[in-house]
């Protein structure tokens, strides 16, 4: 009995979810909409070039978030006159990845930049990423010379760059 009480209202549901025909108007068909696509990008190589802009966002600020702590990490290491050999030996290290990661997001915003240098459907979009590259020349002197905190500033501006140039393109 217990089943059937739970069965009936579920299958009386079932019977209302259902459309009739009877049940809706007939509608007339509307007018396609003229959708003006000056601002959408509708060539293949813009719209790679968005999504370009849109991992490179992704690279830099993702790491910019890594490198405040540990840039801290490194400084305080280095200010630290009781550092014994492994701390110091550990913190070369860790300056070394933070080298090869800011020549990696750099190799990656050169071809991004180089993209839109050569691409055509791209090309007038090059003044708002423009300088993406030296920027993160910059970031690399300036964690060269031991100033990984300095070094995250040329890459907020980097990210600057390439959100101007996506509010270019749309």
């Known amino acids: 009995m217990k089943y059937l009480s739970f069965v009936t209202p579920l299958a009386l549901f079932g019977l209302?979810?259902?459309?009739?025909?009877?049940?809706?108007?007939?509608?007339?068909?509307?007018?396609?909409?003229?959708v003006s696509t000056t601002n959408?990008?509708?060539?293949?190589?813009?719209?790679?070039?968005?999504?370009?802009?849109?991992?490179?966002?992704?690279?830099?600020?993702?790491?910019i978030f890594i490198l405040g702590g540990v840039a801290?990490?490194?400084e305080s290491i280095d200010k630290d006159p009781k550092a014994n050999k492994a701390s110091l030996e550990a913190n070369a290290a860790n300056?070394?990845?933070?080298?090869?990661?800011?020549?990696?997001?750099?190799?990656?915003?050169?071809?991004?930049?180089?993209?839109?240098?050569?691409?055509?459907?791209?090309k007038k979009y090059l003044p708002q990423i423009q300088g993406i590259t030296e920027l993160a020349a910059q970031s690399e002197d300036l964690a060269a010379a031991s100033r990984f905190s300095d070094s995250g500033k040329p890459l907020l501006l980097i990210v600057e760059k390439l959100a101007d140039t996506l509010v270019a393109i749309h």
């Open 16 to 34: 209302f979810a259902f459309p009739t025909v009877a049940q809706k108007p007939r509608r007339m068909p509307a007018p396609p909409k003229v």
């Open 40 to 63: 959408l990008p509708s060539d293949s190589e813009l719209r790679a070039g968005v999504e370009n802009v849109g991992i490179q966002i992704k690279n830099v600020t993702k790491f």
């Open 72 to 74: 801290s990490g490194i």
């Open 95 to 122: 300056k070394q990845a933070v080298m090869q990661a800011i020549r990696n997001l750099r190799a990656g915003l050169a071809t991004l930049e180089v993209d839109f240098r050569v691409k055509p459907s791209l």
